[in-house]
């Protein structure tokens, strides 16, 4: 056990440095660069673009460059953030908001996409397993198809639909909750239930199916016909495997919850990493992008790993790779 | 199983809910303002953003500051200033009871010291031309960056000095300290505007003192301050308030400076400047009662908070004319607009009354000339000097045809394919379709439209690798000047290499002029050369600003500069 989770781990900074690398090449494929558009002439702005890890060249040296020079350029561009952060651990500063560094950025903004992201998730695994164990075990009844069409709401809307609807309802028409923002719980209610909604409703329907499977086998009936009553059935033997799908499915739905979805951020105001990561990419922010795009990345890979432990901790049954 | 989710579900919201409560127990700031997008940049010697100056003059206070109510230049720290006969050295004269918010004194040398930062190349300050108005400036600019490039640039910009440069003196710069309530400038050449520029935020002051602990000394670059120094509780200012808190793209929170020295003017205790980018969202806040004032109104309401205004309703609308211009810049140096009579044909092709009326529809004005109209100085009598704005072609089918057969293309017929470069946005892809379709239909010709990001759009026109392209320029001071500058060949932002040594000599011999009316006069000639004698840029139409404000909320005026100056501002 302990040395499958190792590998895993030092498996980790390797996945991130494919990552970064690709991540690099995409950026340095599509031209321009961050200090565009600023009132000073790039000549002028070399040596602070140097700080921020970007090299700039004048309109007149664009001209001359080759294609070796240009991705020479890159090149120590990659080397610089690189080295910079394995060797001082320092993600540099960004250019877009040109007073911060990318860690602060992380540090204000993540633990906002992580509140939240919990929030939603808590949310849509309480809310979605209990429909989907009222559906499998009132199946084909009344029940069952008011779930059915909940999830089907649930997935096939997409979230600035739903977004726009929740704002309206409770913001405008019934000003239960403010429009946006960040910093007060009744801030949190409303990206939360829209962010968890298309969850709630995916782990709903996972967990109906996983229902409608457990509850016909073999061991459901030996309870049954031992006498236990049928709260107990369902509650106790049939949601500890009806969950497994369940389970499978948290993990990516942990990591793409968990960095906030840029939508959600978007429509109720909530500055979070989701937004910073989607502007970094339009203002041409190297440091920002690479930095979100590690955190994005480390948070997947975690999430897949506790994922596969929990996997492993609620069936036994079920080897990790590599153990005998 | 079961209960062990729950519980640990329900402890967990709990304490995540817990947690943002107790973070955010404040009380509401005494005004909220919706300040658009997060702070781009804090550190007054680089910014260069209409909300970040917004911020700084409510941080900081220069020399001089600006009346919101008419623009005109008033005293600020200073409290009085004398101009030399010849109109190149002003005398600057602190006031005795200034003071930082740490509760040192504001002295000349705080001055001094801002000035030759933004001097220093390292900051890369967007409106370092301003400080280079000043004697010596220019050439002390000049060497500090030769000096830094022989010191820390590449090895081949090493290799262009014989020995390395030597670090240039500052005492070169005519600013001069004679004692700590003294500030004396000596410029290279008299600027009528100089004044104007001295409210600028480029010339704020800084608190050198408590900056010192963030020099850094890299040893591949010159020294620089780490940004640190502009963060609470780190930063010291000297304006009507001080820096409490910043929370990124959240919010800055701002709290009155009790040591500045006209605090009996300053109505709020707290101000809260909010980071929304999204319009849409912005509106929904002020709708709902989440903010006091809001300064970005999304096109489409602000079409129908204009029908109710004309219907007496929305007071708390204001719409005014700002010194700001949408336009089309051409590419003078490439084919086929490097013919006038091809750049005088798209011009005569544009319908400016359809795209203020039909597309922008928020009380936007066409616009022929590129300098907007109301701006103006006094002479020494004290005479009111009206500058007369020129206007390019009206439009006019028949004649765009005309010119263009003259210029080889009848019908279109011939003419090389080409692009509209802009932005992507909703509202810049309508006019551009629009005017693209009229120049299909009236002569014939096939522009194709292109949009791209802002930077990869902002790095093409700094390469010259465009046609025509969107732009907008706001004028930093009230002067023609601030909008004719930048077509002089050479010039930083002369995107499209309009290049005519006519204009330039105007400009440069308008700079010598000291009497205003002369000056103007050159200027106007001058313009007249850009968007009527050799069509150097089509503009388009004249830019609003858009206020919406709580009709409690007092302090704010409308101005063509859409200058908020957030000492004054307060609640009813």
Redesign the interface.
Known sequence: MTAYILRRLIQLPLILLVIYTVTFALISM?????F??????????K?????YGVIIRS?EE??DQTFAQRWADNGRMYWGFLSRLVVHGDLG?SS??????VS??IG??LPRSL?LG??AL??S??VG?TLGILAGVYSHGPIDYLVTVYALIGISLPLFVIGAVL?WMF??AW?LF????????SQ?VLPGVALSLPFTAYIGRLMRAGMLDVLSQDHIRTARAKGLPGSQVV??HA??QAFLPVMSFLGPATASILTGSFVVE????V?GIG??FVDSV???DYALILGTVLIYSTLLIVANLIVDLAYHWLDPRIHLEGQP | MYKFLVITALLVVLALVGVLALTSAQPRADVVLLNGAPVKNLDPARMSWMHDIRTAYGLWEGLLTTDPRTLAVIPGVAERYEISPDGRTYTFHLRADVRWSNGDPVVSGDFRFAWLRVLDPVNASDYYTYMTLIDGAEEYYARMKDYQAGRWGTADERAKFASPPPQPDAATVAIRCPDDRTLEVTLARPVAYFPELVAFATFLPLHAGSMQPFLEHPSNAPPYYATDWLKPPNLVSNGPFMLERWEFRRRLLLRRNPHYWDREHVPSQRIELRATEDPSTQFCIYQTGGADLLTTLPGDVSKELLRLKAQGERPDLHVFPVHGTYYYRLNCKQPPLDNVLVRRALASCVDRERIVTQITAGGQRAQRSFVTPGLFTTDASGRRVEYRPQEGPAFDPEAARRLLAEAGYPGGKGFPPMSLLFNTSKEHELIAQYVCNVWRKELGIDVRLEGLVLTVAGQRMDEHKFEIARSGWFTDYSDPNGFLEMFRSGDGNNDGQFDVPEYDRLLADAAAETDPAKRFAMLEQAEKILVDGQVGVIPVYQYVGQLLYRENITGIWDNPKQQIMLKGVGRK
Do not use: Y
């Open positions: 599509h031209g321009g660069n961050p565009v558009g600023d009132k000073t002439p790039a000549e002028n702005k040596l602070i673009a140097e700080r309109p664009l001209k500063l877009q908001f040109e007073d911060m560094t602060e950025i204000h903004a509140l919990a929030f808590c949310l695994v309480l397993c704002l913001a405008f000003p403010p429009v946006g923002g960040w910093g007060s719980p949190l509650l106790k949601f500890k978007q429509i109720f105001d500055p937004r910073a339009t203002s041409k």
